[in-house]
Nanobody, 121 residues
Framework: QVQLVESGGGSVQPGGSLRLSCAASGSIFRIDAMGWYRQAPGKERELVAAIPRGGSTNYADSVKGRFTISRDNAKNTVYLQMNSLKPDDTAVYYC???????????????WGQGTQVTVSS
């Protein structure tokens, strides 16, 4: 059984900062790419940022220069540092990870439960 547990969401004023964390636990052989998605009310879920196990990161145009994704492979954890937050960033943020199980014989995509981020004055 594998779980992704997110933390760090909350309410902040425009221009403020938040840091999201997502820790994976369970019978993990190796984690491949990790990422953050978000879904605002009435909108589809969209990719915010992604980070492969090795290689360059990828960001949505709307967050470039404001958000930074990073990961700690030893802790099976991915982070999202969010600066200069705007009301349009208000959404439920979901962690995503592609995980190899059973000594690498199986691969499965996992989602966290979501954490609310609200940016409002």
């Amino acid at each position: 059984q594998v779980q992704l547990v997110e933390s760090g969401g909350g309410s902040v004023q425009p221009g403020g900062s938040l840091r999201l964390s997502c820790a994976a636990s369970g019978s993990i052989f190796r984690i491949d790419a990790m990422g953050w998605y978000r879904q605002a009310p009435g909108k589809e879920r969209e990719l915010v940022a992604a980070i492969p196990r090795g290689g360059s990161t990828n960001y949505a145009d709307s967050v470039k220069g404001r958000f930074t994704i990073s990961r700690d492979n030893a802790k099976n954890t991915v982070y999202l540092q969010m600066n200069s937050l705007k009301p349009d960033d208000t959404a439920v943020y979901y962690c995503n990870a592609g995980i190899f199980l059973d000594y690498g014989l199986r691969f499965k995509n996992y989602w966290g439960q979501g954490t609310q981020v609200t940016v409002s004055s």
